[in-house]
């Protein structure tokens, strides 16, 4: 099979909305603030032709065609976030000992304490400007950008991992059980 001449994909840009583009830097800002992403990394073509940006790649090979898509994936991700806002949802589970979560907002670190009994707490960084609410055995994570909202909810699940232990048994943690549009 002979390989394609062309791959583009289309990105609407949606109203109260702007984009800028600096080369391969696309700055994305909306009515809850701005969104940066540097795809320079990336072997796409970037453009905005008028209502829409436009992520294309000449004669692509296999990993050229995904990176196009992967591309109009961040620009449409980032375009949500100064909209709506991204917010996941996890859940305290314990049996035992009853753990408790707090949030340090200048130190950009969650504290997980007495998790299965433990003296000293388990610290988990927060990626960027990811905001942390905990209100009972719930913990939302809110931001704008997707990557550093799931990258903090997964470094809190991951925080919680018993080791050399049945996990069909100790069911102890901290887990994402709902993700959403929306802060």
């Not at 917010?87 to 304490?113: C, N, Q, W």
Request: neutral net charge.
């Amino acid at each position: 099979m002979a390989r394609q001449e062309y791959v583009e994909r289309t990105v609407p840009i949606p109203d109260g909305v702007s984009i800028d583009l600096e080369g391969k830097v696309v700055k994305v800002s909306g009515p809850l603030g701005k969104l940066e992403k540097d795809l320079s990394h990336m072997p796409v073509d970037i453009a905005i032709k008028g209502s829409s940006v436009v992520i294309s790649a000449k004669w692509p090979r296999k990993r050229e065609i995904g990176m196009v898509g992967t591309a109009a994936g961040h620009v449409r991700n980032m375009m949500k976030g100064v909209q709506r806002g991204f917010t996941y949802k996890l859940k305290m589970v314990y049996a035992h000992f009853p753990m408790s979560v707090r949030f340090s907002k200048p130190d950009g670190k969650v504290l997980i304490e007495n998790f299965c009994g433990e003296k000293t707490p388990r610290v988990v960084d927060v990626v960027g400007g990811v905001d942390v609410t905990v209100s009972g055995d719930d913990i939302l994570v809110k931001g704008m950008d997707l990557e550093e909202v799931s990258q903090t909810a997964a470094n809190i699940e991951a925080a919680t991992g018993i080791k050399e232990k049945d996990q069909r048994v100790f069911l102890d943690g901290i887990y994402v059980y709902e993700r959403s549009e929306g802060m």
